[in-house]
């Protein structure tokens, strides 16, 4: 009597559909050029540690005010995620993304909240596929050829070159846009006024981060007007060069 197969044994594993793959493809292709044009409709993007809730909608307003309305959150401090809630409520010109993003844990939490964009300082294999499931518009961090060959492989062609300055600075953002002349960036770590316009100068940059922005002791002290007038003086310098 003839063996019969046993079920599942000897079978081609399941290969995804080319319609599934042309989907997923096209999905983080449309969030990745969503995410170019916020970035370089913003140009600079003020990188905020919110230490007291109480401090989260003036900041924005300062900042707002300043003619900076895409703004970073990172999720440095136990009110993050709260401060961000409260500027998307209270400041509906901001444009309200999250940064620090460590985790798929933290993605999911960035997820439900309804930002804009996410930011991480680097990648892992598990926060690439975590985002590349989400329709959250997510540029990953990246210091190296090989981190980035890693985000492209996933998708992402837009990521944040951090640390910038110490991550070997304009010459090493040139030195990855031989290989990788389609990625663009936004980098950020020792990015300032003084040299804020020559990084956006770069054709690969988009945009550019920083906490030059938003000082800590300005905003420990309250001093919003300040920070409004840091905003307009460094869009002035900039449209300027």
């Known amino acids: 009597m003839p063996c019969r197969r046993r079920s599942g044994i000897g079978r081609r594993p399941h290969a995804r559909r080319p319609s599934e793959e042309a989907t997923t493809t096209m999905t983080t292709s449309a969030q990745q050029n969503h995410l170019v044009a916020l970035f370089k409709a913003a140009t600079v993007i003020p990188v905020l540690t919110i230490e007291r809730i109480q401090d989260a909608v003036p900041l924005a307003r300062a900042l707002v005010a300043g ?75 990246i210091a190296t050829a ?48 003084a040299n804020a316009a020559t990084w956006l100068a770069e054709p690969n940059v988009v945009a550019v981060g920083g906490s030059w922005l938003c000082p800590t002791a300005e905003i420990r002290a309250g001093n919003w007007a300040g920070i409004t007038a840091i905003c307009q003086r460094t869009l002035k310098v900039l449209k300027a060069t």
């Open 146 to 193: 090989s981190e980035l060959m890693m985000a492209l492989a996933q998708g992402f062609d837009v990521a944040k070159f951090f640390p910038a300055e110490q991550a070997g600075g304009i010459k090493g953002l040139r030195a990855l846009g031989g290989p990788f002349p389609n990625v663009r960036f936004c980098p950020t770590g020792g990015v300032g006024e």
């Open 67 to 141: 003619g900076v309305r895409t703004l970073e959150v990172t999720l440095r401090t136990p009110v993050a995620i709260e401060a961000a809630r409260a500027m998307m409520a209270e400041v509906p010109e901001a444009v309200v993304g999250i940064g620090t993003i460590l985790s798929p844990a933290d993605f999911t939490r960035v997820e439900k909240l309804g930002v804009k964009f996410g930011i991480s300082p680097g990648l892992t294999p598990d926060l690439l596929k975590a985002a590349a499931d989400s329709a959250l518009p997510f540029a990953p961090g």
